[in-house]
């Protein structure tokens, strides 16, 4: 459905083809050391399958002594980084990923094979010492000849950025836009599903694409739970697109209640506005409507937010990341400053 289940079926269908192809998840580490474990891990499970000794391989030429340990849920044997290097140096821990990937091309020459190394949330190296930790990166992979590397992201403001002219990963990666699913293919696929398991859908997937959108996984959320609200009775429509936007809402009530008591007052006035309208935030009417003040200090806190991935800006104007945020301004917040609004409203 999104960015990291298309690279994962990719990978399964080259594997099949009898290519070596390896993906690492980066999007959970917290230092270098976590991402040339997990870069570690993902490459035992992929190619020691079709190459028994190359865990013995990559053990030998890493560098650094490594833990071995079984995967409970297949058996295979794993390595990780001793755990005090996660206290190391930065720069020992970027030389043991350095280490790591020139490993990975040093068994692949050895075994004359090529070997794709998919590193997903790869952005997450920036965090790990800015424009340095991107210049290091790109300094081991460039050298590779052995070793092809698709590097994905879903941060897109800062990926423009590591790739913008002046910055190490200029012009050294081809980029592919992964954009929204066509909404008419996806709103269809969801009709068909859910005629598929028995409820008639009366042409609702359209409408869960418009409330929900753009975003796949908010769209394939609010379509499961569409599905739930409407199978007892075998029918969705707008009554159960409404029932089901408003369940996901309320189940997500906490989360999101812990976002909005993070903001200042004025950024939470700033998504009160924007639940109303998406344009027009700066206009008199808008700011004295909801307390916004000066032009000034809303256009920072929008910016502010965008920021933080509540908002998007995009040609029209802002509007809200995640739809249930919306849903759950509209439903608890709006109130406050005497508005109420269907829970779907769009601005």
Known sequence: MGKTSTLVVVREELTREGRHVMLADLSTAST??????????????????????????????VGVRLGLEADPGTGLILP?????????????????????????????????????????????IHRFGGEAAEAHLRGVIQHHRRVSYVLAGSDERLIQAMTGRGRPFYKLLEPLQFGAM?????????????????VRSNG????????????????????????????????ADGATLEEAFRGVVVAEEAPLRALWEGLTPLQQNVLRALAVRAAGLTTAAT??????????????????????????????????????????VILYALPDVGRTLPVMHLP
Do not use: C
């Open 32 to 61: 270098v050391a976590d991402i040339t474990t997990r870069l570690l891990q993902a490459a035992s499970r992929e190619l020691g399958r079709r190459w028994p000794d190359f865990l013995a391989s990559l053990v030998q030429r």
């Open 80 to 124: 990780s980084l001793d755990v005090s290097l996660r206290q190391a140096p930065l720069e020992e821990q970027r030389a043991t990923l350095a280490g790591a990937l020139d490993a990975i091309e040093q068994v692949a020459a050895a075994k004359r094979a090529h070997v794709g190394v998919i590193l997903d949330e790869f952005q997450e």
């Open 182 to 198: 066509a909404p008419a293919h996806l709103a269809g696929w969801i009709d068909l599903r859910l005629r598929g398991a028995g």
């Open 204 to 235: 609702v997937g359209e409408a869960v694409v418009a409330v929900a959108g753009p975003r796949t996984r908010d769209v394939v959320q609010l379509a499961r739970a569409v599905f739930d609200a409407g199978r007892t009775g075998g029918m």
């Open 287 to 328: 700011r004295r409507g909801f307390s916004l003040g000066a032009q000034g200090a809303a256009t920072k806190a929008a910016q502010t937010l965008v920021a933080r991935d509540l908002l998007v800006k995009d040609d029209t104007g802002y509007r809200f990341d995640n739809p249930f945020m919306r849903g759950w």
